[in-house]
T-cell receptor, first 114, second 111 residues
Framework: DGGITQSPKYLFRKEGQNVTLSCEQNLNHDAMYWYRQDPGQGLRLIYYSQIVNDFQKGDIAEGYSVSREKKESFPLTVTSAQKNPTAFYLC?????????????FGPGTRLTVL | GQQVMQIPQYQHVQEGEDFTTYCNSSTTLSNIQWYKQRPGGHPVFLIQLVKSGEVKKQKRLTFQFGEAKKNSSLHITATQTTDVGTYFCALSNFGNEKLTFGTGTRLTIIP
């Protein structure tokens, strides 16, 4: 059963702690993305990766970090430097990192920082 | 960065009424995609438009790309409760490896 998995679905952390969100895909896609969605808002790009061991900053990368050591995995770390980390985080993948490729989204992780 | 205006932000309609959302860009686009996100869910791809003036239909949904490739619309005929959700456009410029998502239009249906 192919797709994108994100875990956990809900995550709670204390202020000042780093937290890592997982994203795994078995679609054999080269490109992967992390988006942030706030209530009633659109999707804002945090980071994206076109290929293993390479990634680029998106529009709101400050306070976040990523790695892409395997094609299937693109974890996102929300650091204590992120001023307002409570949000819904969506991971996506596409065959290639072009504007014409369809993006497939995971179910998302809802992060709440207390 | 690219400006993506999507209007309206919210739309409440009676079941059976039509619904339209508009997506406007400040720059000429290479293509536009539309996604739907159900409440509590994740965005799901609906369609992609590439050609100037292109019109595509999916059952009760009609998608249109403007002649100048700077705007697009999604029209739903005779809405049903299954149409509830937020509809996003996603834009791409020529040579750009990223999609820029619009702010979305949230559709609610009054039974």
């Amino acid at each position: 059963d192919g797709g994108i998995t994100q875990s956990p679905k809900y995550l709670f952390r204390k202020e000042g702690q780093n937290v890592t969100l997982s994203c795994e895909q078995n679609l054999n896609h080269d490109a992967m993305y992390w988006y942030r969605q706030d209530p009633g808002q659109g999707l804002r790009l945090i980071y994206y990766s076109q290929i293993v061991n390479d990634f680029q900053k998106g529009d709101i990368a400050e306070g976040y970090s990523v790695s892409r050591e395997k094609k299937e995995s693109f974890p996102l770390t929300v650091t204590s430097a992120q001023k307002n980390p409570t949000a819904f985080y969506l991971c996506a993948s596409s065959m290639r990192a072009t504007g014409t490729d369809t993006q497939y989204f995971g179910p998302g992780t809802r992060l709440t920082v207390l | 960065g690219q400006q993506v205006m999507q209007i309206p932000q919210y739309q409440h309609v009676q079941e059976g009424e039509d619904f339209t959302t508009y997506c406007n860009s400040s720059t000429t686009l290479s293509n536009i995609q539309w996604y739907k996100q159900r409440p509590g869910g994740h965005p799901v791809f609906l369609i992609q438009l590439v050609k100037s003036g292109e019109v595509k239909k999916q059952k009760r949904l009609t998608f249109q790309f403007g002649e100048a490739k700077k705007n697009s619309s999604l029209h739903i005929t005779a809405t049903q409760t299954t149409d509830v959700g937020t509809y996003f456009c996603a834009l791409s410029n020529f040579g750009n490896e990223k999609l820029t998502f619009g702010t979305g239009t949230r559709l609610t249906i009054i039974p």
